[in-house]
C-alpha cells in the first residue's frame, strides 16, 4: 500500500495549522512541516501532533525576506531525502480531498496508483470574505466561510500530489504549483482543493504586509496580488460575483468555467491608484 508524506510550509500561519494537521491525518496522510519565521504558538502545535501524523518538522534558516524559492528548493530536498512513496506539496491553508465521497486520500492514492497513474491535479476552490460577510477570523471559518470560486489559469494548475518514480522531480520553476518528471501520467480527474487566502481585511493586512519579496521573484510573477505592498488595502468582492459552498453536498463543486486571475483587487498608494495582476509603488523587494 503506497504512503503519502505532505510537505508543508508554514509562516506565522497559527490560525490555520491545527485544522490543517487534524485534516491530514484525517485523510491518512503524514505531514512533514517547514516552518519559516513561525512563533512559539505554533511551534508547540505541531509538536503536539507529534507521531499522530507529524513524522517531522525543520526550521527554515531566517532571511531578511520571504525566499519562497529557497523554500521551495528545501521542500524538494525533504521531498527526495523520504522513503514515502507519493509526495504532496502544499501549504497551510490549503485543505485537499479526495472527489469520491467517503473517500480519504490516502485511499484515493491507492486507487490512482493500481490504475497507473503517477501524479493527481487539483482545482483550486478559492474562499475568501465578502462585502456581506466579511469577518471570519476566528476558529470555525471552515464552516463560516461559504462564498468561493473555481481557479485555474491553466490547464493542471495545481499538479501537487505525485509518487516517486526513481526519476528526478521538479517543481520549484513553476513557484511550487505543479511537479515535472520523465514519465509523468496525470490522473484525467481533477480532485478538489479549499483555498483560505484571508479571513478578514484586517487578517490580509497582517498576513500580507510584512512580507518583503525579492526582485527576481517578483519579476518572474510568482506573488502577483500578495506582493502589493505594505499600504495595500484589499477590496472584498460581493457574494453575488461567487458560488455558494454547501456543506450537506461538499463534492458538488463545479469547475466548468474556472476564474483565470484571482476575484482579488488590490488598492495600493498612492491612493485612487488600483494595482491588479503586476506590483505598483507600494511593494517592497530586496534584489
Not at 525533504?78 to 472527489?99: K, Y
Not at 475568501?128 to 471552515?142: A, N
Not at 477590496?235 to 461538499?250: G, V
Request: glycine share 6%; hydrophobic share 35%; proline share 7%.
Amino acid at each position: 500500500m503506497p504512503d503519502v508524506l505532505a510537505i508543508l510550509s508554514v509562516h506565522d500561519e497559527v490560525r490555520f495549522i491545527r485544522l490543517q494537521l487534524e485534516h491530514l491525518a484525517s485523510q491518512g496522510v503524514e505531514t512533514f512541516v517547514l516552518c519559516d519565521r513561525s512563533p512559539e504558538p505554533v511551534l508547540e502545535v505541531i509538536e503536539s501532533f507529534r507521531g499522530r501524523g507529524v513524522i517531522g518538522s525543520r526550521l527554515y534558516p531566517p532571511r531578511d525576506f520571504y525566499d519562497w524559492e529557497g523554500i521551495l528548493r528545501e521542500k524538494q530536498n525533504i521531498a527526495a531525502s523520504h522513503p514515502h512513496d507519493w509526495i504532496l506539496i502544499g501549504d497551510v491553508d490549503e485543505f485537499r480531498m479526495s472527489e469520491k465521497p467517503g473517500e480519504t486520500l490516502a485511499e484515493t492514492v491507492v486507487r490512482v496508483d493500481a490504475a497507473g497513474y503517477n501524479a493527481i491535479n487539483f482545482v483550486e476552490y478559492v474562499f475568501v470574505p465578502t462585502r456581506e460577510h466579511p469577518d471570519h477570523d476566528h476558529p470555525d471559518f471552515l464552516r463560516s466561510m461559504r462564498s468561493y470560486y473555481a481557479f485555474m489559469p491553466h490547464p493542471q494548475h495545481r499538479r501537487t500530489l505525485f509518487k516517486k518514480t526513481g526519476h528526478a522531480f521538479e517543481f520549484v520553476h513553476t513557484g511550487g504549483h505543479r511537479v515535472d518528471f520523465v514519465g509523468l501520467r496525470v490522473y484525467p480527474e481533477n480532485l478538489p482543493m479549499r483555498h483560505y487566502l484571508y479571513l478578514s481585511p484586517a487578517h490580509f493586512e497582517e498576513k500580507y504586509h510584512a512580507r518583503i519579496h525579492s526582485q527576481r521573484e517578483m519579476e518572474r510573477g510568482w506573488h502577483g496580488w500578495r506582493a502589493a505592498g505594505e499600504r495595500a488595502r484589499v477590496s472584498l468582492p460581493s457574494e453575488a460575483e461567487m458560488k455558494q459552498y454547501d456543506p450537506e453536498a461538499p463534492w458538488g463543486l463545479e469547475d466548468a468555467n474556472p476564474r483565470t486571475e484571482h476575484l482579488v483587487t488590490v488598492q495600493s498608494a498612492p491612493p485612487g491608484r488600483w494595482w491588479s495582476r503586476w506590483f505598483g509603488k507600494g511593494n517592497r523587494a530586496i534584489t
